[in-house]
């Protein structure tokens, strides 16, 4: 935090007072002790030698004690003034000493203290005149008796006041521009902070949605050779098991992928109001089996309703990122508190060095953990992708930056408090949503598992008997041979595309009724949704299945995605492809 520039001014004016008060102190105490000294005013030579060897101690007082220092000058001041007058009277300058003090007490400490300040003088005016109207003082102006003192007091009260008061009032004003400009300029750089991380998130994604559409085609084509390979050799146990482990090695691969997308993913893929309670609530089983026996959970809702607009699934996998992090980062023994609270935008504004005045709520999910903590050089750094603090192989780096796209999907943001040795606290905000949730939180999805899963035994896949035609396009040519191959073994009558110019071929050539199209989505020319249009103007009942390696965000764009489609994501085995075309062919069939 910068020092205020009001703060800085102070400081030197109290250095530019005390030396000058000094300076000029040193010549008026040799002059007036040697007029006591003639004089035997041994009272007033004690009180010149002591006010010197204070002034002088205050000016030695370091600047970092400004509060100290500046009370110290004003009460002396204030004393100097006060005997001055008392011995003396308008004869001496005690009572513009006094006036002086007001004035001081506004620079150094605001209007508010030099208003008390005042009301101070004004009780000494009072005092002198009760002791004037009395006879108690001895001055030598007699013509200055109670009824004049009242006057003269009163003018300067008067003209202290104001001074005091404008000098107060500009003071606070300017230190109020001065902060507001401050936390504009902050509130400007946390901004361009968020933008350029938005950007470079974004730039991930994209490429993020590039490479996993060829990982996907990659999977898709290991997976499927490997189904055929495992179908060759049921006589050989040993080679089936290896066959199994690497059919469990791309199903593993395909949940690294998913993750991968949710950096592109600009859409969550089914948003709808639900009680945040009710989702972690619904997710302590899962938590608590992820934590075992040796950590314990804790959840503490909201006695107020949680509800927010967010995709169900999401906010579970949400839920379980941050549980596995927190976990990885306790010792034995260690505890993960979740809790909920509402918030009002202005006190989520504060946070954030924001100003908002509208009348907005938000849900404050917090997951504190007890943790090992994390410095602050790699708090700014955690949301990055592929950034981990982990042993080789306990992490992917990815867990964090899928938090921060779900967030941002559900137009939340994320907040990190931690400290070395003592935890972290994860701090999810989300708008409050003023409608109620229209349809219960489906199950939550199950975690990826440490240990591979055993593969459910195969089903036995329905024979065709009426010869459909197929037409599959696919601009990968190993996928496109592992399809047809495995939908032909069923019966059906298969057609092979590399791209959609050399379907919509086959379409005009209408040398065969099509019955149902298998489309890749991302082709080169022609994409999938654009020859389905084309495929249907000439085949109006034609059944289309789309499929594609590609992240919600890139399918959004060419249109694809819509609540009637068929889609499949690769990598997929090919039996669900070809248990989709049966269900869809039948139901055509009805």
């Not at 300029?185 to 470079?200: P, V």
């Not at 949301?383 to 137009?411: H, R, V, Y």
Request: proline share 4%.
């Amino acid at each position: 935090m910068s020092i205020k520039i009001v703060d800085l001014w102070r400081s030197q004016i109290l250095t530019i007072i005390t030396w000058s008060v000094l300076g000029l102190g040193s010549i008026a105490t040799v002059v007036g002790a040697v007029a006591a000294f003639r004089n035997s005013e041994w009272g007033i030579l004690l009180f010149d030698l002591v006010s010197f060897c204070l002034i002088l101690g205050i000016t030695l007082v370091p600047s970092r004690f400004f509060r100290i220092k500046a009370s110290a000058i004003i009460l002396l001041i204030y004393a100097v003034g006060f005997y001055f007058t008392y011995r003396f009277g308008t004869d001496a300058s005690g009572p513009f000493w006094l006036f002086i003090v007001p004035m001081l007490t506004a620079v150094f400490f605001g209007t508010k203290r030099a208003i008390w300040a005042l009301l101070a003088i004004i009780s000494t005016m009072l005092l002198f005149f009760v002791l004037l109207h009395q006879g108690s003082l001895l001055w030598n102006d007699w013509q200055v008796d109670a009824p004049r003192w009242a006057v003269i007091s009163t003018i300067l009260v008067l003209l202290t006041g104001l001074l005091t008061i404008s000098i107060g009032l500009l003071l606070t004003n300017v230190e109020r521009a001065h902060l507001e400009q401050e936390t504009a300029l902050l509130s400007n750089g946390y901004l361009e902070e968020r933008l350029r991380h938005s950007q470079k998130m974004e730039a991930v994604g994209r490429l993020a949605s590039g490479i996993s559409h060829e990982f996907n085609n990659l999977l898709t084509i290991i997976d499927g050779f490997s189904n055929f390979a495992l179908n060759g050799v049921k006589d050989r146990p040993e080679v089936a098991e290896d066959l199994d482990e690497v059919i469990k090695a791309t199903q593993k691969a395909k949940a690294l992928t998913a993750q991968l997308l949710s950096f592109s993913r600009k859409h969550p893929a089914s948003p709808q109001v639900i009680d945040i309670n009710t989702s972690v609530l619904d997710t302590t089983p899962i938590i608590n089996n992820l934590l075992g026996d040796t950590f314990s959970f804790i959840f503490t809702a909201s006695d107020e309703p949680c509800f927010s607009h967010i995709d169900p699934d999401s906010l579970v996998q949400l839920l379980i990122n941050v549980a596995t992090n927190s976990k990885d980062a306790m010792a034995a023994g260690g505890k993960l508190h979740i809790s909920t609270e509402h918030l009002r935008a202005t006190e989520v504004a504060a946070a954030r060095n924001e100003t908002n005045e509208d009348d907005s709520s938000y849900i404050l999910l917090s997951i504190k953990d007890n943790g090992a903590g994390i410095n602050a050089e790699n708090i700014e750094k955690i949301f990055e992708p592929f950034f981990t603090t982990k042993e080789n192989g306990k992490g992917t780096g990815i867990g964090l930056s899928t938090c921060w796209a779900i967030m941002q999907d559900a137009n939340g943001f994320i907040n990190v408090k931690s400290e070395v040795g003592v935890g972290t606290n994860i701090e999810l905000y989300f708008p409050l949503s003023k409608e109620s949730p229209t349809i219960s939180v489906s199950k939550p999805l199950l975690p990826e598992p440490t240990e591979p899963t055993e593969l459910p035994e195969p089903t036995e896949l329905p024979e065709n008997t009426a010869k459909e035609n197929i037409l599959i396009t696919e601009d990968e040519e190993k996928i496109l041979s592992i399809l047809s191959t495995a939908i032909r073994s069923k019966g059906y009558n298969v057609y092979n595309a590399s791209n959609a110019e050399e379907a919509l071929e086959i379409f005009r050539e209408a040398k065969v009724h099509i019955d149902l199209l298998v489309t890749d989505i991302m082709m080169p020319g022609l994409n999938g949704k654009e020859l389905a249009n084309h495929a249907v103007n000439i085949n109006p009942n034609l059944k289309v299945i789309y499929i594609s390696g590609y992240s919600d965000n890139a399918l959004f764009k060419e249109g694809i995605i819509a609540p009637d489609i068929v889609l499949l994501r690769k990598p997929f085995l090919p039996e669900k492809l070809i248990n989709e075309i049966r269900k869809i062919l039948d139901q055509h069939s009805d």
